[in-house]
């Protein structure tokens, strides 16, 4: 369960005490404010707080004093423009906080966008849950065959059976021992000193859920969705990805809608690759041999142009 009752209660409260600010606002965004949105087993992600809005990108394009004189199709077009070019400044201006509750593993791969603040719950002063991320079945999978960062075939029978028995019984009796280092209550009940949070926590596994809060700029979040909400990234990151994106989405609108269609809906091409594709609307037969490109980039170039 990923969130207790009492933590409801919390949001519940937070929620209903609003307060008057002469700050812009985002109606999409208040909506989502302080919610818990659930991902996987036992994680979530939520909005702990949130700076600017589409019209702050504008602003800071013009240097405004506000909304101006300018229409919403403007902005849209201003937004869409920058967003073409390649800007990166205006959507810096726009920032999110979230509180994030994610297995170790999970975490391991989304620190490497390390252009956020971070902040993470310590197993040195506190002891972590008994909480861990067992897959659906439908997840395991085995290694491909022509990615060697990907997944093949969907495990199935006596083995995927095996494999969800491991990950489980290893997880509780890592666990158990935890506790059993840290109590200071021995075996046979004779007291002992337990041993330091801080060590303790080193054969705890990867699956084991840890919480964080991650602030971060517009434009950094979209380059973290660019990656890790592709079709081609890792399960168990990409739907935290995903649910970052619908919120996003009522957060910034017209800002998202310009970064599903040059980002996430279009492709860059490399010179070799507009040679080639102005080759073909001449008429001409293009392989890979005459392309001048790689087996690999001449395969990504096939996807993209279909």
Known sequence: MPITPEQQAEIEAARGAPQPTLRAVSPGMEAHLYRAHEVLDHGFIRVIDY???????????????????????????????????????????????????????????WIRHRTANVNEYSARYSILDREFYIPHPSQLAAQSTVNNQGRGAVLEGEEAARVLEILKSDAGRAYDNYEAMLSQEGPDGAPQQGLARELARMN???????QWYWKVDLHNLFHFLRLRADAHAQYEIRVYADEICKVVADWVPLAFAAFEDYR???????????ACLRRMLKGETVTQESSGMSKGEWREFMAAVG
């Open 51 to 109: 700076m600017g809005d589409d019209a702050a990108i504008v602003q800071a394009a013009r240097v405004s004093y506000g909304a101006g004189t300018k229409h919403v199709s403007n902005d849209e077009g201003l937004i869409r423009y920058l967003m073409r070019h390649w800007h990166s400044t205006p959507f810096e201006m726009c920032e999110i906080k979230l509180h994030v509750k994610l297995p170790v593993f999970v975490a391991r791969q």
């Open 204 to 210: 705890l596994p990867m699956n084991i859920y840890t």
């Open 264 to 274: 996430m809906g279009g492709v860059n091409l490399s010179g070799k690759a507009m």
